[in-house]
């Protein structure tokens, strides 16, 4: 029982580390259900503004999902579809974080950008998508 728990929160830890490293400009693959964390930190040639931060996750198509997203400076302004070139959920100015659901016209890996304003300040944030 000792040894499962150990391996358990080894497991648990890398999960994390992975989840809250920012990525530098480069695009890493996450999984739904798994919350992110990190700070924009680089300009991604397909963003045009601010700097962004880029991710691949396999959502399904025609199924609703939930859509989390935390800016606690305020300077992020959405998550970003590349594929239908529009905000997954975009953020309010008077609130730190927002839920919101959406379903996706198209299914299997989605190039997601967090976005922030158009500034070059590095800026917190924290997001998940999961189905119910």
């Excluded at 150990?6 to 739904?32: K, S």
Aim: with cysteine; aromatic share 10%.
């Amino acid at each position: 029982m000792k040894h499962s728990m150990r391996l358990l929160l080894f497991v648990l830890a890398g999960v994390t580390t992975v989840a809250a490293t920012a990525c530098g400009g480069q695009t890493r693959e996450i999984f739904l259900d798994t919350l992110v964390v990190g700070v924009t930190t680089a300009s991604n040639p397909e963003d045009v503004g601010g700097v962004s931060e880029t991710y691949l996750i396999k959502i399904t198509e025609g199924v609703e999902h939930y859509v989390y997203l935390g800016t606690p400076d305020g300077n992020i302004a959405g998550l970003w579809n590349a594929n239908a070139n529009d905000f997954i959920i975009q953020t309010n100015p008077q609130t730190e974080s927002r839920t919101a659901t959406h379903t996706f016209s198209e299914g299997g890996f989605l190039k997601v950008f967090v976005r922030s304003e158009d500034s070059d300040i590095p800026s917190p944030f924290r997001f998940k998508i999961w189905t119910p």
